[in-house]
T-cell receptor, first 114, second 114 residues
Framework: DAGVTQSPTHLIKTRGQHVTLRCSPI?????VSWYQQVLGQGPQFIFQ???????GRGNFPDRFSARQFPNYSSELNVNALLLGDSALYLC?????????????FGQGTRLTVV | GNSVTQMEGPVTLSEEAFLTINCTYT??????LFWYVQYPGEGLQLLLK?????DKGSNKGFEATYRKETTSFHLEKGSVQVSDSAVYFC?????????????FGKGTHLIIQP
């Protein structure tokens, strides 16, 4: 079975530009979450989507947005990029939203803002 | 708010040594607790979890016990191998559905020398 897949794996953007990152969850998983991992730190929660609706949001500015499609894949959009947005962006999927549900992570998209 | 504190790394041990990585947490509700591992060049993988007090999670020789009285979830292994070299993250989620996502510690880089 394919795991969580993210694209692209790497990209370089200029300050002020916009970026779209994509995530395909494990087949049958309906919940997708996004995390930002700055070098040397733990992942920080950005969004959770379940059944195509936003169910949770972390402490990130409105420049960050996301959506989930009918096939449960997801996009993370970041507008007006800043140097500080440079990070590894991780997508995680899970079967349901219950307590203790295991999240399966993709390998991430490495974003560099110059 | 929710937070996780884990021991700073890197932690360097010899093969077959005993491992302890300390993790303590604060949470606004009753959390589920997790240990995730990130091998070089790979995504995060769930190592073990516990969803209620006094539960012991275990996997691949690693163990951790959910201690509510000390708000701790320390990771232990009796005899480490070179292949255990990785970054280990302690994490928690609160509430049904984990809509606040996972809250991670900063990670502990473990280096096992032959």
């Amino acid at each position: 079975d394919a795991g969580v897949t993210q694209s692209p794996t790497h990209l370089i953007k200029t300050r002020g530009q916009h970026v779209t990152l994509r995530c395909s969850p494990i087949s049958g998983h309906k919940s997708v979450s996004w995390y930002q991992q700055v070098l040397g730190q733990g992942p920080q929660f950005i969004f959770q989507y379940y059944e195509k609706e936003e169910r949770g949001r972390g402490n990130f500015p409105d420049r960050f947005s996301a959506r989930q499609f009918p096939n449960y894949s997801s996009e993370l959009n970041v507008n007006a990029l800043l140097l500080g947005d440079s990070a590894l962006y991780l997508c995680a999927s899970s079967l349901v939203r219950g307590i203790g549900t295991e999240a399966f992570f993709g390998q991430g998209t490495r974003l560099t803002v110059v | 708010g929710n937070s996780v504190t884990q021991m700073e790394g890197p932690v360097t041990l010899s093969e077959e040594a005993f491992l302890t990585i300390n993790c303590t947490y604060t949470a606004t509700g009753y959390p589920s607790l997790f240990w995730y591992v990130q091998y070089p060049g790979e995504g995060l993988q769930l190592l073990l979890k516990a969803t209620k007090a006094d539960d012991k999670g275990s996997n691949k020789g690693f163990e951790a016990t959910y201690r509510k009285e000390t708000t701790s979830f320390h990771l232990e292994k009796g005899s480490v191998q070179v292949s255990d070299s990785a970054v280990y993250f302690c994490a928690l989620s609160v509430g049904g559905g984990g809509a606040d996502g996972l809250t991670f510690g900063k990670g502990t880089h473990l280096i096992i020398q032959p």
